[in-house]
């Protein structure tokens, strides 16, 4: 494929040409896929486990742009509080720059011991149990027809397989659920 004059050819010869030899290899890969954010609907943010690394990105994104959604709902699940770590608490909070629009939401859901304390900085909601059709609804409510709404979902591969049709009980449409490799 030709990009500016070069093609990967070209590039992996120039590649080659700045090590200095031909005993070391570089991949090259096409660029990753960009998704188109609702203008005015709303953005659902599924994870799970290391799942939540990309989340953190499309969180930010949402932040900066609050008043562009008319809702934004970041929903976590990990077997233990404990598995989250300070690091992810800093980055919400970052990400929230000491203010919490309306129309977010955060939940965390946790499939095993629930120590009950709270994270401290940022509002949220907790319950246990592997993330469903009824944490869904309590917590996303569903989508209004015709709403420019997507939802993406990271985490382990049976985690994401599970969530797309439960999504779709929400109002989702098939075309508007993203599934991102963690």
Known sequence: ????GLGIESLELKAVEAMGSTDRSLDISAPAPTLKMPEGGSLLLISGGTGLAPMI????FAMKRADRFQKVVLMHSERRRAAISEDLITNIKESLRGQHPP????????TGEDDGTSFQGFEHSV????LGP?????????VAPGEDSICIVSGPQGMMDAMAPIVKTVGFKEESIHLLEA
Not at 57 to 60: A, E, I, P
Not at 103 to 110: A, C, E, V
């Open 1 to 4: 494929e030709n990009s500016g």
């Open 57 to 60: 990105q499309g969180f930010r």
């Open 103 to 110: 129309q977010l939401r955060i939940h965390f859901t946790f």
């Open 127 to 130: 319950s246990t149990g592997r």
């Open 134 to 142: 009824k944490h869904l609804s309590d917590v996303w409510g569903s």
